[in-house]
């Protein structure tokens, strides 16, 4: 089963930023459903919108991550003006490998995020790169996930997290 996270955060939003970059983090994978957005939100909101603002400011490149389909992540990355990789097959790293192998990205200055052990976190670990587990944004699932994360809350409950570095903003290091 998957390894455990480098780093758990609450949410994506309170991540703190300086924190990564102290860790040589310059590319930010990011899951977009129940990490950036409920899965059922089509498109980014103002907060989201404004945060993508901070992370480019502060020299982040963000690439949304997404088992999701073309369209709906195509949609929402077009919309915050980042690239993105759909129909990713997490937790294999195959795709996201060609990816990042194809646009000459560094592995040891990535890090992933997003809130399932069973996709994104195994999925980072396949690829031997850093990530972060968040708590789910919100509790309403696609029939897909609903099951994942039945297996997700298992493990939380497996492995201890509470031994795992916290990294939300204004939480002492």
Same mark, same amino acid.
């Given at each position: ?11 994506? %939003? ?16 990011? @899951? ?12 980014? @909101? !103002?907060?989201?919108? !404004? ?14 991550? #997404? ?9 929402? #990355?077009? /919309? ?19 990816? +990042? ?5 560094? +592995? ?8 399932? /052990? ?18 789910? +944004?919100?509790? !309403? ?10 297996? @997700?809350? %298992? ?5 201890? +997290?509470n031994s795992v570095e916290k990294? @939300? ?5």
């Amino acid at each position: 089963m998957a390894r455990l996270p480098t780093w758990c955060c609450t949410n994506i %939003y309170k991540i703190d930023l300086n924190f990564l970059k102290e860790n040589n983090i310059k590319y930010i994978l990011t @899951d977009l459903d129940n990490t950036l957005a409920p899965y059922n939100v089509p498109l980014p @909101d !103002e907060k989201t919108i !404004e945060f993508f603002k901070e992370l480019k400011k502060e020299g982040f490149e963000v690439i949304i991550v #997404s088992n999701n389909t073309g369209k709906r992540v195509t949609a929402y #990355s077009n /919309m915050l003006e980042i690239n993105c990789v759909s129909g990713a097959k997490k937790p294999f790293a195959t795709t996201l490998r060609k990816y +990042l192998l194809k646009n000459n990205i560094n +592995l040891d200055e990535c890090v992933l995020i997003g809130d399932q /052990m069973m996709t994104d976190i195994l999925c980072a670990n396949r690829l031997k790169i850093k990530c972060v587990l968040t708590e789910p +944004l919100s509790k !309403e699932e696609s029939f897909v996930t609903f099951f994942n994360r039945k297996l @997700d809350n %298992y493990f939380r409950k497996k492995y201890n +997290l509470n031994s795992v570095e916290k990294i @939300d903003r204004g939480v002492g290091k």
